[in-house]
Nanobody
Framework: VQLQASGGGLVQAGGSLRLSCAASGRTFSDYAMGWFRQAPGKEREFVAAINWSGRITDYVDSVKGRFTISRDNGKNTMYLQMISLKPEDTAVYYC?????????????????WGQGTLVTVSS
């Protein structure tokens, strides 16, 4: 499956952005999906994941209550709504797809990756 992330940009602290991840090539609803991010000088980390139906979600503690992951299987698209953004949210955000429905937080379990979209939060 091919993944295309978009929606990044420059926003002030406290602002909002919505990232999108458009999928093509295979049956989107066969895959669990995840968002990861990599800040400058840091390793890539898990942000959020969603199962194939959208009924199961998982978030890293630092974004709980601020980020919402969702998907529209009819549009082959996953979203990450981000509110109350903080400077520490600055990173390149990657979307990823995995066929299995376990180990959502383990990036090594993901089969496909998008190219990343840059989110910059100014203080």
């Amino acid at each position: 499956v091919q993944l295309q992330a978009s929606g990044g940009g420059l926003v002030q602290a406290g602002g909002s952005l919505r990232l999108s991840c458009a999928a093509s090539g295979r049956t989107f609803s066969d895959y669990a999906m995840g968002w990861f991010r990599q800040a400058p000088g840091k390793e890539r980390e898990f942000v959020a994941a969603i199962n194939w139906s959208g009924r199961i979600t998982d978030y890293v503690d630092s974004v709980k209550g601020r980020f919402t992951i969702s998907r529209d299987n009819g549009k082959n698209t996953m979203y990450l709504q981000m509110i109350s953004l903080k400077p520490e949210d600055t990173a390149v955000y990657y979307c990823a797809a995995k066929y299995s429905s376990t180990s959502y937080r383990d990036q090594n379990r993901y089969d496909y990756w998008g190219q990343g979209t840059l989110v910059t939060v100014s203080s």
